[in-house]
């Protein structure tokens, strides 16, 4: 089975701070690959799709990149409502889809 | 905008069974595969199942087959997932999730609020 691995596993930031997250994949997925915020309480939201694709109404301050094994989330100008944790998910492995086990952005 | 409700999750003990369900609207429901979704604070999120647009396809994790079922009413816009032999592990915050694309993509654009299991004596 393909694991994902996201590093790290939280990070603190400041208000305008650019901020990157990695996901590894096991074995290639391609560009198979999803990024989700999710604040306490509430449930995901999809930021990414097909590893640098921005969903509808996603600020543009997220971006992603990567393809093969290796993927990166990055937020620049980092604002108070981005303080969240985020995942990825790979959805290379049909039907069976594998999400990281999150970052969390933290104020510092 | 597209609204989904999950509701039936209530304490259950362990050996036994539950359904829940996922109530949808603002979009064609029938035109999209829709997916349950799993959380505990211990593992993170776990997808559990999939079911395609008109039901003829499901697909499961490995740690629920054989036990959960997923399925769709299109007429009522209504996804379920009847769960047997129920497991501690099975304890989770179950959302009910929408596929991207029409037909299927893998990649989840709308959740529900969740709807709360919990598998103890």
């Known amino acids: 089975d393909i694991q994902m691995t996201q590093s790290p596993s939280s990070v603190s930031a400041s208000v305008g701070d650019r901020v990157t997250i990695t996901c590894r994949a096991s074995?290639?997925?391609?560009?198979?690959l999803a990024w989700y915020q999710q604040k306490p309480g509430k449930a995901p939201i999809l930021l990414i799709y097909a590893a640098s694709n921005l969903q509808g109404g996603v600020p543009s301050r997220f971006s992603g990149s990567g393809s093969g094994t290796e993927f990166i989330l990055t937020i620049n100008s980092l604002q108070p409502e981005d303080f969240a944790t985020y995942y990825c998910?790979?959805?290379?492995?049909?039907?069976?889809?594998?999400f990281g086990g999150g970052t969390r952005v933290e104020i510092k | 905008e597209v609204h989904l409700v999950e509701s039936g999750g209530v304490v259950v003990e362990p050996g036994g069974s539950l359904r829940l369900s996922c109530a949808a609207s603002g979009f064609t429901f029938d035109d999209y595969t829709m997916h349950w979704v799993r959380q505990t604070p211990g593992k993170g999120l776990e997808w559990v199942s999939l079911?395609?647009?008109?039901?003829?396809?499901?697909f499961y994790a490995d740690s629920v087959k054989g036990r959960f079922t997923i399925s769709r009413d299109n007429r009522k816009n209504s996804l379920y997932l009847q769960m047997n032999s129920l497991r501690t592990e099975d304890t989770a915050l179950y959302y009910c999730?929408?596929?991207?694309?029409?037909?299927?993509?893998?990649?989840?654009?709308?959740w529900g609020q969740g709807t709360l299991v919990t598998a103890s004596s």
């Open positions: 999730a929408k596929d991207r694309g029409a037909g299927s993509q893998y990649y989840l654009d709308s």
């Open positions: 079911i395609n647009w008109d039901g003829s396809s499901t």
């Open positions: 998910q790979q959805a290379n492995s049909f039907p069976a889809l594998i």
């Open positions: 074995q290639g997925i391609s560009s198979w």
